[in-house]
Nanobody, 124 residues
């Protein structure tokens, strides 16, 4: 059974930074794409960023491009989302997901497993 656990969320002022982490465990899959999504109150869950199984390809939502960076550490089964220049509109619950189908390009990411999420609140 796959488990994804996010951490690193919190309260930060606009312009600040946070680094989210996602730890994968119990996975029977040896390779998988990883991605981050977010859901703000009253809104649908939206894609934020994804990284291919080998870390060579990344894709970002236009709203975070240039401010967020996704990375991964395969030996540790971890993914990270470095968030800089945060804005109040970045406030949301952030979720980690994996896609073991590893279809390319990584924009074809199809989430198969989700974490519980971590709250990020950006004050103005």
């Amino acid at each position: 059974q796959v488990q994804l656990v996010e951490s690193g969320g919190g309260l930060v002022q606009a312009g600040g930074s946070l680094r989210l982490s996602c730890a994968a465990s119990g996975s029977t899959f040896t390779v998988y794409h990883m991605a981050w999504f977010r859901q703000a109150p009253g809104k649908e869950r939206e894609f934020v960023a994804a990284i291919s199984w080998n870390g060579r390809n990344t894709v970002y939502a236009d709203s975070v491009k240039g401010r967020f960076t996704v990375s991964r550490d395969n030996p540790k089964k971890m993914s990270y989302l470095q968030m800089n220049s945060l804005k109040p509109e970045d406030t949301a619950i952030y979720y980690c997901a994996i896609d073991p189908k590893i279809a390319m390009p990584v924009t074809a990411f199809s989430p198969a497993y989700w974490g519980q999420g971590t709250q990020v609140t950006v004050s103005s």
